[in-house]
């Protein structure tokens, strides 16, 4: 393993992403309609046919089939590839991230030959894809739906706990802490908001996934994160609800999306942003 080159481990990522995207197709398909992620198995949603093996694999299924159903040869959706290819691009981005910021080697033609060795790296690349791919389908289920996903909010709970084994990163103290602070601290704030409001102001699925990001950032990281998105809702909400004016508040865009947005920032640069805060706040 020692001996494998980071383009090698660039490539397996950008696979395994890619895998990651497919499952999350059927993710943002299935789990707003009510439907079972694993029975059925996949099958076309016009004549409900199972797919065969060989049709589902990510990006190449879909060329295989030139865009049409082996079944009944209706369109697939081109968003179905895309999805894919942008998932496994997000994979690689993961990886190189984490090689980029966390190793100590510069980035130049020679490091794709080099071997990555740091456990450090692999604890924050897999951080990193966590929350990289994890954005895709917060977004695109919450925007519509408003819904966030519990294998992406509660997985992340799980896949922290499991990471910060991993020596380098965060510890298991440190993930547990997070998750229980940050959840708690989130469920805290809405419920405060929603009694001084009268009415639900923080959707428990914006809690559990705060809580996935403490325990794969730490309380800092996570905390970091909630202000970031704040602020960035801020921007984008005061704007468009001039713009788009909604008495029952359907118009309104979720939380959860700008939270996806802020966590992979707010962990790969979270620490220099704070300390440029500082040095500009206190000129220190």
Not at 26 to 31: A, F, Q
Not at 62 to 79: D, E, F, Y
Not at 264 to 272: E, K, N, R, V
Request: aromatic share 12%; net charge positive.
């Amino acid at each position: 393993m020692e001996e494998i080159p980071l383009w090698y481990w660039l490539a397996v990522f950008f696979a395994l992403g890619a895998c990651v995207g497919s499952f999350y197709n059927v993710i943002v398909y299935r789990m707003p309609r009510g439907i079972s992620l694993i029975n059925p198995p996949s099958h076309c949603p016009l004549c409900k046919k199972r797919i065969p093996i060989r049709y589902n694999l990510p990006i190449v299924g879909w060329l295989w089939l030139r865009g049409k159903s082996a079944c009944c040869h209706q369109p697939i959706s081109v968003i179905y590839p895309v999805g894919e290819a942008l998932c496994g691009l997000l994979g690689a981005l993961s990886l190189f991230a984490s090689v980029a910021v966390v190793g100590t080697a510069p980035v130049t033609p020679e490091l794709f030959r080099m071997p990555v060795s740091d456990p450090a790296v692999w604890a924050g690349a897999l951080a990193m894809a966590w929350l990289l791919l994890g954005a895709y389908p917060v977004c695109a289920v919450d925007c519509k739906y408003k819904l966030i996903p519990d294998s992406i909010s509660v997985g992340g709970i799980v896949a922290g706990l499991l990471i910060s084994i991993i020596p380098g990163g965060v510890t298991p103290l440190q993930s547990l802490l997070g998750a229980v602070v940050a959840g708690g601290g989130l469920y805290l704030v809405g419920w405060v908001a929603t009694k001084v409001l009268k009415k639900e102001a923080m959707g428990f699925g914006d809690v559990k996934l705060l809580a996935g990001y403490g325990a794969l950032m730490g309380v800092t990281g996570a905390v970091e994160t909630l202000i970031v998105a704040a602020l960035l809702g801020i921007l984008v909400m005061v704007p468009y609800s001039k713009l788009h004016k909604s008495e029952d508040g359907s118009g309104q865009i979720p939380f959860g999306p700008f939270l996806a947005v802020a966590a992979p920032f707010m962990f790969l640069w979270g620490d220099a942003l704070f300390a440029l805060y500082v040095k500009f706040v206190f000129g220190e």
